[in-house]
């Protein structure tokens, strides 16, 4: 069965440092991986998602991830932290259904210190 | 762009009442679903329905149960609602495929007093 771990529910950087947020998977097919963000009393957002191809997937406002099948890691980074990327990230892969249900993390909320 | 919506964003009921909760997405998506947030416990999937009329059990759908009778439209009902039902709902809707991201709508806050 698919699962996911992400290390840290709370990981806090000072602005302009390097963010780093941790996932882990498990599933027993090849994995479609996805990272979202949630603003406060907001939905979900899609910043990422990785299906198959080059393993170092970009996505919206500086985030990218990078599929590691040996470490069976997808985790999330950007270069330069911004007090705007203060937020809860979400881990996720499919459930290797063709229905497209998704296996999500507990979360990891980001604090950027001025 | 996509957009998903939810009927309400902040609903307050009393215990033992009946709370429908409505979402619709105007994309033409064959999956809709249904999550609760809570802290530290993460989205934990209700039901979901690949298609009109289908529904599937998620992960909690004790008190719970659902309607599409349209492809752009999925309800979630709370028959007798408890306090322990107080949380976030969020819908999402997909295209088919397990390689297609869900989109989701900005998510209800219920509280059952």
């Known amino acids: 069965a698919q699962s996911v771990t992400q290390l840290g529910s709370h990981v806090s950087v000072s602005e302009g440092a390097l963010v780093l947020l941790r996932c882990n998977y498990s599933s027993s097919v090849p994995p479609y991986l996805f990272w979202y963000v949630q603003y406060p009393n907001q939905g979900l957002q899609l910043l990422l998602k990785y299906t198959t191809g080059a393993t170092l997937v970009k996505g919206i406002n500086g985030f990218e991830a990078e599929f590691k099948k040996s470490e069976t890691s997808f985790h999330l980074t950007k270069p330069s932290a911004h007090m705007s990327d203060a937020a809860e990230y979400f881990c996720a892969v499919g459930d290797g259904g063709s229905q497209g249900n998704l296996i999500f993390g507990k979360g990891t909320k980001l604090s950027v210190k001025p | ?113």
């Not at chain 2, 429908?20 to 934990?44: A, I, K, S, T």
């Open chain 2, 1 to 113: 762009d996509v957009k998903v919506t939810q009927s309400s964003r902040y609903l307050v009921k009393r215990t033992g009442e009946k709370v429908f909760l409505e979402c619709v997405q105007d994309m033409d998506h064959e999956n809709m679903f249904w999550y609760r947030q809570d802290p530290g416990l993460g989205l934990r999937l209700i039901y979901f329905s690949y298609d009109v009329k289908m529904k599937e059990k998620g992960d909690i759908p004790e008190g719970y149960s659902v309607s599409r009778e349209k492809k752009e439209r999925f309800s979630l009902i709370l028959e007798s609602a408890s306090t322990n039902q107080t949380s976030m709902y969020l819908c999402a809707s997909s295209f088919s495929g397990g390689y297609n991201e869900q989109f989701f709508g900005p998510g209800t806050r219920l509280t059952v007093l």
